[in-house]
């Protein structure tokens, strides 16, 4: 599964991005869809993730309630919708892929997209 992450820039803080991840070539329907988040000279840290139907989500505590993802499979797109940008949320962010279970650990996930960065000025 190749995953392409798109949606990011520059926002001042407040603001709001919503980034998308989209595949081809195959069906995101069946795969439970993390996102996660790198900022320069840190590791990679879980933002959080969307089951395969869309029906259950669990964020990191330093996102919920300014982060919401959601899943369109017939569009087999997903999106991080990011409320209330903080300098601190700075980072690239990724999407990744897996079958089964969500899970906050980004080693069990199989598919990586290369990445869309955020950028929050203060």
């Known amino acids: 599964v190749q995953l392409q992450a798109s949606g990011g820039g520059l926002v001042q803080a407040g603001g709001s991005l919503r980034l998308s991840c989209s595949t081809s070539?195959?069906?995101?329907?069946?795969?439970?869809m993390g996102w996660f988040r790198q900022a320069p000279g840190q590791e990679r840290e879980f933002v959080g993730f969307?089951?395969?139907?869309?029906?259950?989500?669990y964020y990191a505590d330093s996102v919920k309630g300014r982060f919401t993802i959601s899943r369109d499979n017939a569009k087999n797109t997903v999106y991080l919708q990011m409320n209330s940008l903080k300098p601190e949320d700075t980072a690239v962010y990724y999407c990744?892929?897996?079958?089964?279970?969500?899970?906050?650990?980004?080693?069990?996930?199989?598919?990586w997209g290369q990445g869309t960065l955020v950028t929050v000025s203060s």
């Open positions: 990744a892929a897996r079958l089964g279970m969500g899970d906050s650990a980004a080693g069990v996930y199989d598919n």
């Open positions: 070539g195959c069906t995101l329907s069946t795969y439970t």
């Open positions: 969307i089951n395969w139907s869309g029906t259950y989500t």
